[in-house]
C-alpha cells in the first residue's frame, strides 16, 4: 500500500490517544474546611456568627462528611478512565543457534530476531472497543541466504468491534459515569444537610446556654432577695414583731433559693461544655465568654413561602431526586441488557519488508488484510436479565413513593416549624406581660409585708411567683430562637444568614 495509507493508520492511533480533558483533571486534593491544631478559645465575648465559623472547621461530623465528597469525586474519575486509551509496548530479542547436523545440511549457522511493538486500547462512548497495533522485526542471519540481510519488517493493524444491542449506545455507555456524578451531587447535598444540622445544633446549644446562664442570673437574684427577707425577718424576730415560724420561712426559702443556684451553676456548665464539643474541642479549658441574646423581633412567616424555599434549597427533596435519576440509569442498563448479544468486528493491517527500519515506516507497503464479522449470544429464555430489569424499574418506582413521602414529611416540618414561630411570638409577648403583673405584685406584697399588712410567708409566695415568670419568659424568647433557627433549617436559609457557600 501507499504511504498516505500507511499515514493515515498512524494518524488514527495517534487520535486514540487524544482526550479532552475531564472536569476533574488538573484538580489537586480538596481542602479541607479549617485547623484543629490551634486549641479553642472562648474566653472574649462569643458571638453564635463566630461560633457557627469555627465549628464549620472545626466540628468532626463535618469533617467527617467531607471525605464523602472528596470519595465521589474520584468515583467520577474512575468512570471517566474507562473512555481512557490503554497503551502497551514489549520489545523482544531471540537467538537462535541450529545443530551440527543442521548446519550441515545448509542452515545459517545462527539468527537473531528483534521485536518492537506498539498497542493501543480504547473504548468509546459506542461501546464500540477499538485496537490499533503496530510492530518491527529486524531478523539477523548469518550466513545470509536472501537479501536484505539483516531486514525489517513492520505491520499495522487496526480492528474495531460494536455492539449493535447489548452494550450499545452513548447512552448505556455514559450511564455508570452519569450516575457517579449524580453521586457527586448526593454527597455535595448531603454534606450541606450536615452543615445546616451542625448550624443548627450550634444555634440551639448557644440559646441553652444563653438561657442556663440568665436563669442562673435569675436564681441568683432570688437568693439575694431571700436572704433580704430572713436578715429583715431575723431582725423583726428580735424585736418582737414576728415569730420564729416567719424565721424559719425565710431559712427555708434561701435553702431553696441556694439549692437551686446550685443546680443551674451544673446546667451552665454542661451548655459550656456541649459548646466547646461542637466546635471540635478535645481539652475542654477554655473558659466561655460572655454571650448575649441576638435580636429577636417578630418575625412574618408564611407557609407557601417557607414550603418553597424548603423545595427549592432544602437538601431532601434534591438528594431523593438525584437518587431516583440513579435507579433510572440503572434501570436503562438493566432494559437494554434484556436484548441479545450482536456484534460486528472489522479491521485491516497492512505489512512491509525492507532493508532499513526508515523504509520500513516510509516505504510502500507490500502487503495488507482485512477481516470483517459479525457474532450474535443469545441466552435462553433471557431470564435472568429480565428479573434483573423488573427488580431496577421496583427501585425505581420505591423511591418515586420514598419521594413522595418525603415530600409530604416536609410539607408536616415546615407546618410544624411556622406554627412553632407564630406560637413562640404570641407566647414572648404573654409571658413578658405576665412578667409585668409578677413584678407589681411582689412590689405590691413586699410593701405590706414592710408596712405590717402581710406575712412573710406571702412575700416568699409572690417571690417565688416572679422567679417563675421571668423563667418563662426567658424560656419563651428562647424558645422563639430556636423555632426561628428550626424553621430555616427546613428552608435551607441558615447557609444565607451565616454567609456558608457550599459546592452544589
Excluded at 498512524?10 to 490517544?17: D, H
Excluded at 518492537?116 to 486500547?121: I, K, R, T
Excluded at 413562640?424 to 409578677?438: C, D, F, K, L, P
Aim: hydrophobic fraction near 40%; proline fraction near 4%; charged fraction near 20%.
Amino acid at each position: 500500500m501507499h504511504r498516505p495509507t500507511v499515514r493515515a493508520a498512524f494518524a488514527l492511533l495517534c487520535i486514540l490517544s487524544a482526550r479532552p480533558a475531564s472536569a476533574a483533571e488538573g484538580r489537586g486534593p480538596l481542602p479541607a474546611f479549617g485547623d484543629t491544631a490551634p486549641p479553642v478559645d472562648l474566653s472574649g465575648p462569643v458571638s453564635l456568627q463566630g461560633c457557627v465559623g469555627q465549628a464549620l472547621g472545626r466540628n468532626f461530623t463535618v469533617r467527617i462528611q467531607q471525605f464523602t465528597v472528596f470519595e465521589a469525586a474520584d468515583a467520577v474519575e474512575i468512570q471517566e478512565a474507562a473512555f481512557e486509551p490503554t497503551f502497551g509496548f514489549s520489545a523482544n530479542k531471540q537467538f537462535s543457534q541450529p545443530t551440527i547436523n543442521e548446519s550441515q545440511f545448509g542452515f545459517p549457522a545462527n539468527s537473531t530476531t528483534e521485536t518492537a511493538a506498539l498497542s493501543v486500547n480504547d473504548t468509546l462512548i459506542t461501546g464500540a472497543t477499538l485496537t490499533g497495533n503496530y510492530s518491527l522485526v529486524r531478523a539477523n542471519e548469518s550466513p545470509a541466504f536472501f537479501p536484505p540481510n539483516p531486514s525489517y519488517a513492520g505491520a499495522t493493524s487496526i480492528s474495531v468491534t460494536q455492539p449493535l444491542l447489548q452494550g450499545a449506545g452513548s447512552d448505556y455507555n455514559r450511564a455508570a459515569l452519569e450516575s457517579a456524578r449524580l453521586g457527586v451531587r448526593i454527597s455535595n447535598l448531603n454534606f450541606k444537610s450536615t452543615v445546616l444540622t451542625m448550624v443548627l445544633n450550634v444555634e440551639n446549644t448557644y440559646y441553652n446556654l444563653l438561657y442556663q446562664r440568665e436563669q442562673y442570673k435569675v436564681q441568683e437574684e432570688e437568693l439575694k432577695q431571700a436572704q433580704q427577707l430572713l436578715d429583715e425577718n431575723t431582725i423583726r424576730r428580735q424585736t418582737g414583731v414576728l415569730t420564729d415560724l416567719d424565721v424559719m420561712n425565710a431559712k427555708a426559702g434561701v435553702a431553696s433559693a441556694q439549692n437551686l443556684l446550685i443546680l443551674d451553676r451544673q446546667a451552665v456548665r454542661n451548655s459550656e461544655d456541649s459548646l466547646l464539643q461542637l466546635l471540635g474541642d478535645r481539652e475542654f479549658r477554655s473558659s466561655v465568654g460572655e454571650v448575649s441574646f441576638p435580636d429577636i423581633g417578630e418575625p412574618e412567616v408564611s407557609f407557601d413561602r417557607s414550603y418553597k424555599a424548603a423545595r427549592e434549597d432544602g437538601p431532601d427533596l434534591a438528594v431523593a431526586m438525584a437518587t431516583i435519576d440513579q435507579f433510572k440509569l440503572a434501570a436503562l442498563k438493566a432494559k437494554r441488557n434484556t436484548l441479545p448479544e450482536l456484534n460486528v468486528n472489522g479491521g485491516v493491517g497492512y505489512g512491509s519488508y525492507a532493508a532499513t527500519a526508515y523504509q520500513s515506516l516510509t516505504g510502500s507497503w507490500n502487503g495488507y488484510n482485512w477481516t470483517a464479522g459479525i457474532t450474535l449470544s443469545v441466552p435462553w429464555g433471557m431470564k435472568a436479565n429480565k428479573a434483573l430489569y423488573h427488580q431496577a424499574l421496583s427501585q425505581v418506582r420505591s423511591h418515586e413513593v420514598a419521594y413522595d413521602q418525603a415530600d409530604q414529611n416536609l410539607v408536616v416540618n415546615v407546618r410544624r416549624a411556622v406554627l412553632a414561630v407564630q406560637t413562640g411570638i404570641q407566647s414572648v409577648r404573654s409571658s413578658a406581660e405576665n412578667t409585668r403583673y409578677a413584678t407589681k405584685a411582689y412590689e405590691l406584697t413586699k410593701a405590706q409585708f414592710d408596712a405590717g399588712l402581710a406575712t412573710s410567708y406571702l412575700v416568699l409566695q409572690s417571690q417565688n411567683t416572679l422567679e417563675t415568670a421571668r423563667v418563662s419568659e426567658l424560656q419563651a424568647k428562647v424558645n422563639l430562637l430556636s423555632a426561628t433557627a428550626n424553621l430555616r433549617f427546613f428552608e435551607g436559609s441558615s447557609l444565607q444568614l451565616y454567609r456558608i457557600n457550599l459546592p452544589e
